[in-house]
């Protein structure tokens, strides 16, 4: 019996704070709270963590930020090598999540180094 027929919701409140997903938007104003949108890894810091972290079909990424889904993918693969080789990306990034609390979720490669 599933839970939208009367079955066990005990784990509901659970459910609904892993479920959430944080607009894209959302994900681009915290990003901008800690980087100038001038800066050369704003945009692919959003894109990163829409990606990686958001929930977001790379579509839906595509078309938020004017890009085909083979950029966004590349993109994204691009920079979550150089956040591997960089502690200074892994730092920000740990800062603008934890921060803005928009995604639930323990950030790789952050958690790993640092």
Known sequence: MGLEKGGDS??????????????????????????EE???????????LSWEY???SLKEIGDFYGMQESAVSQAGRRFK???LEEGRLRRL???????SGLLNVEI???????
């Open 10 to 35: 005990r784990n509901m409140p659970a459910l609904r704070a892993i479920g959430r997903k944080p607009a894209l938007v959302e994900i681009k104003d915290s990003v901008k709270a800690m980087v």
């Open 108 to 114: 790789w490669p952050l958690n790993l180094v640092l």
């Open 81 to 83: 090598q150089k956040v």
């Open 54 to 56: 958001g929930g977001f």
């Open 38 to 48: 001038e800066d050369s890894c704003f945009k692919k810091i959003c894109l990163y």
């Open 93 to 99: 990034l740990r800062e603008i999540v934890s921060g």
